[in-house]
């Protein structure tokens, strides 16, 4: 078993942290908020004062931040107490420039690292049923291999350093656009009298079919596991996915890529959190569609 040190302990990070834990592995582990700190100790994790004590004879170190500039700063103030052999994991999504640059500091001071975003929210956060989508080195990837396993569903490796951002971006950028199609179409059938259940039965075994429909559908009863069921209590929140889009839409601009649909749904989900939506599921959109429809 291997000791790892935890930066970030928050919706996300505190579940993974503790199947680190319940896996056998020693964690301790740093946040800035205290009422995390707390939870995170109850549920077996080492909590300590400072990164840099987090670090200090870590096998790894995993990092699941709000943002590049968070990142960056850690990994300015951190890889120099980082001892030889450390391998640094990041799980937060970030843009892809500062993902990269963070495998530079890592690189520079003799590290191994990858970048190493999640798919499946907090209920995969919590049932160790995360996809990693990772970047780095063949090495990397492989010595990550045990560390990651104990949350994870699926490990995948996308290639060299920030491959693991770029993926992130492409699938949530599919996913933001699956979720509004899905979710418009079930307001046009609403407003031409067609009932939900009848759309949902053709579609679900139609083209029309997709994750966000027979996984997460927008109308409450379809399906078992809608956080439409739940009042739209986030499994992803709609904040997280405006986050996401605009890192999409910010990388299509640096790259040269035609992106439509995604600054379409970076505008709606702009829109949604400005109506005071973020804190609720992406899925939730369809209350905004509705709004803004005509009566």
Known sequence: MAVIGFIGLGHMGGPMSTNLVNAGHTVRGFDLMPEVIERAAANGVTTVDSAAEVVTGADAV??????????????????????????????????????????????????????????????GAE????????????????????????????VIHCGGDGNGQVTKMCNNLMLAAAMLGTAEAFVLGEKLGLPHQALYDVTS????????????????????????????????AASLMLKDLNLAVSAAEQSGTDTEVGRLAARIYDRFNSEGGGGYDFSAVIESIRRHSES
């Open 205 to 236: 075994v139609s083209t029309g079919q997709s994750w966000s429909l027979t996984t997460n559908c927008p109308v409450p009863g379809m399906v078992e596991t809608s956080r439409a069921n739940h009042d739209y209590e986030p499994g992803f």
């Open 127 to 154: 049932a160790g049923t995360l996809t990693f989508m990772v970047g780095g080195s063949e090495r990397a990837y492989q010595a990550a291999q045990p560390f990651l396993e104990p949350m994870a569903r699926k």
């Open 62 to 123: 995993i990092t699941m931040l709000p943002g590049g500039k968070q990142l960056l700063d850690c990994y300015d103030g951190m890889v120099g107490s980082v001892a030889p052999g450390t391998l640094l994991v990041d799980s937060s999504t970030v843009d892809v420039a500062d993902s990269r640059r963070a495998h530079e500091l890592a690189a520079a001071a003799g590290l191994d690292a990858i970048d190493a975003p999640v798919s499946g929210g907090t209920a």
